[in-house]
């Protein structure tokens, strides 16, 4: 399939070979586990969050060199905290992303709540198109569900290497968003805003040297970040705006939805760029627990020949 196409769901007969039996019980198990009470589940992914914390070292490591270099003046007590939190979070991302595949609309909305969608709705009733800013938190996957339930989009992916994994993948989204375009179609994207679509968009990732610019994030003077959020606002002149899935203490889920950003310096791309990583440091804030740390997001230094920001054994505080 070219990548520049519109992208369903299509199940055949391939995926049923013998090769992907094990993909297939591994999501049957989680189909059966979010089938679970939500108290069993949080319980469930908080375990599996802090085993992993004891077992995968490296993404520890890393998770750890993100908060000492975003937030160097937290004390090392309140960043171990929000180590252990974070990685809580990941143990129920693992559920989360089952229950915005397989929870029926009926128990999600018992679950969940949309602050703040009513920017949506103007804008689109406008007619201009939605560059919906959803960085990657950990609760990303059910806060996208939650959302489209009211406001069906379009998506943007990477296909999952597993061909059953992508075919579920694809089904569990495509719940919550009318189709799915490559990460690499930028004309099918700059198409969809053009003709009034909610684009699902992240800029938050460091998407290696080409097509980025180096700028600020947190306490990271300089940061790999993308242009490609400039590219489609120029072209596809839609209105910009941020969102936040969080996770409250009451395991009930809260998406918010934030008014379109004013004063995008669309012709400039270190300038915005800059104003992109701002807006994504007030979201992260919001719930800097939930986001995805273990990313090695200034892996891509300005020059080749600088000094990694990562290393097989980070160094202690």
Known sequence: MSQYQEIHAQFTRQLLHPRYWLTWLGVGILYLLVLLPYPVIYQL????????????RKRQETARQNLRLCFPDMPIAQR??????????????????????????????????????????QVQQSGKGVLLIGIHFLTLELGARILGMNHPGVGVYRP???????????????????????????????RALKQGELLWYAPDHDYGRHSSVFVPLFAVEKAATTIGTRILVKLGQPEIIPFTPKREKNGHYTVYVAEPLKDYPVEDDILAATFMNQAIEKEILQAPEQYMWLHRRFKTRPQKSDKPLYTDEVQSD
Do not use: C
């Open 45 to 56: 992914g908080k375990g599996i969050g802090l085993l992993a914390m004891k077992l995968v």
């Open 80 to 121: 171990d905290r929000l180590l252990r939190d974070n990685f809580i979070s990941t143990g129920l991302a693992i559920f989360e992303t089952g229950m915005a595949w397989f929870w029926s609309d009926k128990r999600l909305k018992k679950h969940s709540s949309i602050i703040g969608d009513e920017w949506i709705t």
């Open 160 to 190: 999952n290497d597993s061909p059953v994994m992508d075919y579920i993948q694809l089904k569990g989204r495509l719940k919550s968003n009318k189709y799915m375009l490559d990460r690499h179609n930028t004309k099918g994207m700059i």
